[in-house]
């Protein structure tokens, strides 16, 4: 097995960010430092990432998360702004446990967090076009032609985003409630979207990934994954 898949169902990262683990020379095969990506693990192998033993993870944890705005989607922060690992409490403390994927510093709702480096990676993969689905909020009326120049993609960082849903949910104290759904997971992606026809996204929860629904979990409280949810992810 190829060492980035090897060190991912370690659950150390999702595949990518494993290669660079594997890349920044972190990593030993019985004793011997390896930095190509095309190395393979074989059985008995000793494996050791800054000095501790690799070593596949068979019962994984899968979580959702309700994440309140204010806390970033990495497991640590030079700047020592609050992690969402936080809000798990002590229960998980010797695993290690990563989100799978982002939600940007002042958005909330659904995040997924796992051991399962593989899982990660299936989900995160653009080949897989999972839909988020999204409720945002912006100021004022929002017009059909607005919206229709989003639906039918716009250009962000020269690559035109594919096309997505959007409906209105309501409107009420000046605010339009939306629905978006897209099937890409660029970064800050809706909020970057509606700064294209210059509307600013001044609340956004992610509300569903895929099948998978938030639901009545309130913020900043976390459950496991039921059964038949792993099951769908891994057949995304
Ligand atoms: N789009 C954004 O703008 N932010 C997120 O966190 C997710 C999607």
Redesign the pocket.
Known sequence: MRINKYLAECGFAGRRGCEQIVLAGRVKINGKQVTNLATTVEENDLVTVDGKRAQPIHKHIYLMLNKPKGYITTTSDEKGRKTVLELLGNKFSDKRIFPVG???Y??EGLLLLTTDGDLCNRITHPRNEIT?T?VAKIENEVSEDELNKLRAGVILDGVKTKRCRISVLGFDDKITRLEVV?SE?RN?????MFETINRE?IF?K?VGIGELKLGGLSRGEWRELKPKEVEYLKNV
């Open positions: 982002r939600l940007d002042e958005t988020k999204y897209i997971g800050r992606q809706v909020r970057r996204v956004l992610r």
